[in-house]
């Protein structure tokens, strides 16, 4: 297994759908954060949960839900989505204290398309 | 608020010669890290490289090295006797001591080796 596990690694929805990302992390680690990567853009931090309390919310719209039930674990769940929020969505896991400051590992991303 | 900025959307080099990529910064901080980050063609973005404000030694990884510069906020990544699996976009970043891993990304820059 791969430390960290990111499905779908594709998904197309319509606007009026309802999904979920899902990431798995295998490291132990007790910190998880979802990025936003569009092409020609900085990756935008979207929320960070430390031992599953959520930490950060950079003023995502509320289409986006996350939810962090346990340490392992992390969703983001999609609904009424826009086509502007087509892009690569990455998860992240660190063990703060433990891991290099800022050493992020990273899963293989959801490739999201809002049609 | 930090930033980060590549202004190199696209960078080519061949198999076996080294190639600089640019990055530069702003922040009012005197302490933080910076990063180079790699993210293959659909692979996991990995740390590649990192260094710490307060070390005036450039950090060095076998082919990788950092050219620091801390009064200019610049913090360029070479790549010596390139390989066909550097290829890959590479993103910059900034992490201020305070905020434990919440890492500022730039736009990243794509890298193609030819052979």
């Known amino acids: 297994e791969t430390g960290v596990t990111q499905t779908p690694r594709h998904l197309v929805m319509g606007m009026t759908n309802k999904k979920s990302l899902k990431c798995e992390q295998h490291?132990?680690?007790?910190?998880m954060y979802w990025y936003k990567q569009s092409a020609k853009k900085p990756l935008e931090l979207m929320f960070v949960?430390?031992?599953?309390?959520?930490?950060e919310n950079n003023s995502v719209p509320s289409r986006f839900s996350p939810e962090c039930p346990n340490s392992s674990h992390l969703f983001l769940h999609l609904h009424t989505l826009q086509p502007e929020d087509s892009a690569l969505y990455l998860c992240?896991?660190?063990?703060?204290?433990?891991?290099?400051?800022?050493?992020?590992?990273f899963g293989e991303g959801s490739r999201l398309t809002v049609l | 608020a930090q930033t980060v900025t590549q202004s190199q959307p696209e960078m080519s080099v061949q198999e076996a010669e080294t190639v600089t990529l640019s990055c530069t910064y702003d922040?009012?901080?005197?302490?933080?890290?910076l990063f180079w980050y790699k993210q293959p063609p659909s692979r996991q973005m990995i740390l590649v490289i990192r260094?710490?404000?307060?070390?005036?030694q450039n950090a060095t990884e076998n082919r990788f090295s950092v050219n620091f510069q801390k009064a200019a906020k610049s913090f360029s990544l070479k790549i010596s006797d390139s390989q066909l699996g550097d290829t890959a976009m590479y993103f910059c970043a900034f992490m201020a001591p305070f905020n434990t891993d919440k890492l500022i990304f730039g736009t990243g820059t794509r890298l193609q080796v030819f052979p």
């Open positions: 922040t009012s901080e005197n302490n933080y890290y």
């Open positions: 260094q710490e404000a307060y070390k005036q």
């Open positions: 490291l132990g680690h007790n910190a």
């Open positions: 949960y430390s031992l599953e309390e959520r930490v």
């Open positions: 992240a896991s660190s063990q703060p204290g433990t891991t290099l400051p800022g050493e992020l590992f």
